[in-house]
């Protein structure tokens, strides 16, 4: 599951002129709303192995008196997979309502008998985000891994040229990155919901490289104003995982067909 939030958090917008942060940022939002919730089915080869869903909660909770959005993600093993490999993960964050940062980030995740637990609180005045008594020094405007995908989601992505190669400062396991995507162009992915016109991403690595093949990694977002993920696929030394949209509801504007 980590890898799969890395996909979809990986695809981000470049550099952006900021406010100072006592007044934070004011970043317009046509993308996704409170009610919206997606789900997936994780592929693990040929093997239906993970349902999933990303959900934007009714919550309505304030941090240091600012509103946020609470996004829960959530993957669960399911059939044979589920006796061999038990999955039961769960990723959360509150994102401020008007800059679109996180003021918590939490993740639970459990795969295999591999237990991991993270609780991020944020302070972006002091850039510094706290975990369980340790404190990292962050960027400005620094994402997690869910709000820097609900970030890119805000962006018009499909209005560079294909090559732009996308940013965002985002902290993982700790530790500072700039995330990287390249855009790919336009194509229309087959799903079992209908042909679907989607944007074409694969993520870079620092310093400018690619995946040793380049598309080892590759994710589509639907060609429309909410920019959810349709598809996402990586290649790994085992395998391959595949993740497919499977249901939707709360959608802000309608999904763009064939």
């Not at 993957?75 to 401020?96: A, P, Q, W």
């Not at 369980?132 to 405007?141: D, L, M, V």
């Not at 989601?153 to 990155?177: A, C, K, Q, W």
């Amino acid at each position: 599951m980590k890898k799969v939030v890395l996909l979809f958090s990986c695809i981000v917008l470049s550099t952006m002129s900021v406010v100072a942060q006592s007044s934070y940022r004011t970043m317009t939002n046509e993308a996704f709303q409170r009610g919206e919730k997606l789900g997936y089915r994780i592929h693990y080869g040929f093997i239906d192995a993970v349902n999933a869903s990303i959900e934007i909660t009714p919550e309505k909770k304030q941090f240091n008196g600012r509103n946020t959005l609470h996004v829960v993600g959530t993957g669960t093993s399911r059939g044979t997979f589920d006796f061999f490999f038990k999955v039961r993960d769960r990723y959360e964050s509150y994102i401020d309502e008007e800059a679109l940062i996180p003021w918590f980030f939490g993740r639970r995740i459990d795969e295999g008998g591999y237990k991991m637990a993270q609780d991020y609180v944020f302070n972006h005045q002091q850039k510094k985000v706290s975990n369980k008594g340790n404190t990292y020094a962050i960027w400005e405007n620094a994402q997690d891994m869910i709000s820097g995908f609900f970030l890119a989601r805000t962006m018009n992505l499909g209005s560079f040229p294909e090559g732009h190669i996308f940013s965002v400062p985002t902290i993982v396991d700790g530790e500072m990155y700039t995330l990287q995507i390249k855009y790919k162009g336009k194509e229309m992915v087959k799903t079992d919901l209908g042909q679907i016109r989607c944007l074409k991403f694969v993520p870079v690595l620092q310093k400018g490289r690619i995946f040793k093949k380049e598309e080892d990694m590759v994710v589509w977002l639907s060609d429309d104003k909410n920019h959810i993920p349709i598809r996402a696929k990586a290649d790994i030394l085992f395998g391959s995982i595949k993740v497919d949209l499977t249901s939707y509801q709360g959608l802000v504007n309608p999904l763009v067909w064939k």
